[in-house]
């Protein structure tokens, strides 16, 4: 009884220092807001007589159907702070994200289906040149033709077959074992696998490989141990530093695998920290560090081996971390300027390499190389031919008969020289006159003002022309202009 009495009594204290308490402001901003919203606006009000006015009818909306709303919008505070728009950015930034997930994986799979129908037809037509040139054989053989007449006509002799290692035989018979428990299980569990797995189950389909060693290391059942027999095919061959055979290219099926496995020839690539004493790392286990290294911190990862990096093939390995990884991204649009400056830089160093090849071209007709392809390209036969308006007006206006005899003295040696050069030059006279015509009347535009202004140059000698012509030709040719001379 008396603890009744004592909640009845602390219950009065708190509503009497309640009333007595000035509220805050922000209490009493909501309180208004509160009994403003719950109470409907009067008649009295202008603003709802206006609303009348206009053809509103209480509890009913605005509009041609009134189908508006008839109570105010009811307040929403926010507990948390997610803010406005923030859960629907999430949302769709989740949703783009599994979007190139879905992508990623997509293009993972019709890669992998691309290589492998690449090397089926590989096979399929080297099978089928095997068997061509055994029929080129036969044939040969029944005509009684000791020496075929290329040899790509007749079947290559078989190179010796490499040592087998000796864990050979237990790989054999484990395999054995796993196709006979393979055969046990059901034919419709074993469809649903083959339907689940996208790799081939079936050995006769895998490419057939130089290696029988390589070939008989790939598991089927289990799409793993490819990658596991890879490493340790790429650890024996490449035990003596050196490069990658076309051979151990078509195992690497995955562009990450061929570019790990590209990385760890060089040998001044640094995997890890090690003592003096410490035996050197061996090309396994640089695929290992390489391999984690990649995975857990590829910004790390480009940061410490983008110089040995391939960045026309292997920047595909790197657009998945572009966006998420700021490290990725700064290195990966570093690099893609360095490449675009080293493309341009190529092409200059080209340009410089040809035109190289040109000068030294001339400087070896100037020593009198007869070898040289240009030993007869300026001589002033060759020079007529290709340029006669600008030989006749540099050149051949200024020659008696003479001395034009002795600068073409080849045309003349022969009647038909003599008849070929006679019709060579009326034609450049045709072309000289209408050359000079046309000149004269664009001069007729020009006043008598600027006429008077002309001063006469100095006249020039022959030896001067001469000199003029070969360099303007010379020019031509460094640069390329000269359609007639085969740059090939």
Not at 71 to 100: F, H, N, T, Y
Not at 187 to 214: A, G, V
Not at 243 to 262: C, F
Request: proline share 6%.
């Amino acid at each position: 009884m008396n603890l009744a009495k004592s909640v009845l009594r602390q219950r009065a204290v708190e509503l009497n220092s309640k009333k007595g308490r000035t509220l805050s402001r922000t209490e009493e901003e909501s309180k208004r807001r509160t009994e403003g919203l719950e109470k409907k606006v009067e008649p009295t009000n202008k603003g709802f007589n206006m609303l009348v006015k206009m053809g509103y009818a209480p509890g009913k909306g605005l509009g041609k159907n009134a189908e508006g709303r008839a109570e105010p919008v009811p307040i929403e505070v926010r507990s948390s702070r997610s803010g406005l728009g923030r859960d629907a950015a999430e949302r769709e930034r989740k949703e783009a994200i599994q979007r190139i997930r879905q992508h990623l994986v997509v293009t993972e799979r019709n890669q992998f289906l691309d290589v492998m129908s690449t090397k089926f037809r590989l096979s399929r037509a080297k099978r089928q040149l095997e068997a061509a040139r055994r029929i080129c054989l036969q044939l040969d053989s029944a005509q009684s033709i000791p020496v075929p007449v290329s040899p790509a006509f007749w079947p290559t002799p078989d190179t010796p077959k490499p040592p087998k290692s000796p864990d050979h035989e237990f790989r054999r018979r484990r395999r054995s074992e796993r196709t006979d428990r393979s055969e046990q299980r059901s034919p419709q569990s074993n469809q649903e696998d083959r339907d689940r797995s996208p790799f081939y189950d079936d050995r006769d389909q895998l490419p057939q490989l130089s290696d029988e060693e390589e070939l008989t290391s790939l598991d089927a059942d289990n799409p793993k141990s490819l990658e596991v027999n890879k490493f340790k095919l790429l650890g024996k061959r490449w035990s003596h530093r050196r490069s990658p055979t076309p051979t151990d290219q078509t195992l690497s099926l995955d562009p990450v695998e061929r570019m790990l496995a590209n990385l760890i020839i060089h040998e001044e690539a640094h995997f890890r920290h090690q003592t003096r004493d410490e035996k050197p790392l061996s090309d396994f286990q640089k695929l290992s560090i390489a391999r984690e290294l990649y995975s857990q911190k590829p910004g790390i990862f480009l940061e410490r081996f983008s110089r040995y990096l391939d960045w026309s093939q292997d920047r595909i390995n790197f657009t998945k971390w572009h966006s998420s990884d700021d490290l990725v991204g700064y290195l990966m649009d570093k690099l893609d300027r360095e490449a675009e400056l080293n493309n341009v830089r190529k092409s200059k160093v080209a340009s410089c390499r040809v035109r190289n090849r040109r000068l030294n071209a001339l400087y070896r007709a100037a020593r009198g190389d007869n070898s040289c392809p240009v030993s007869d390209h300026f001589t002033h036969e060759a020079m007529r031919q290709r340029d006669p308006v600008l030989w006749e007006e540099m050149i051949g206006q200024h020659l008696d008969e003479p001395t034009r005899r002795r600068y073409l003295d080849r045309e003349y040696q022969t009647f038909a020289g003599y008849l070929h050069g006679q019709l060579i030059q009326q034609e450049e006279k045709r072309m000289f006159n209408q050359a000079r015509y046309k000149q004269r009347a664009n001069k007729a535009k020009y006043d008598d003002d600027d006429e008077s202004d002309f001063v006469d140059p100095v006249p020039e000698t022959i030896e001067d022309r001469e000199r003029e012509f070969l360099d303007l030709m010379k020019l031509r040719f460094l640069s390329g202009q000269d359609k007639s001379f085969n740059y090939q």
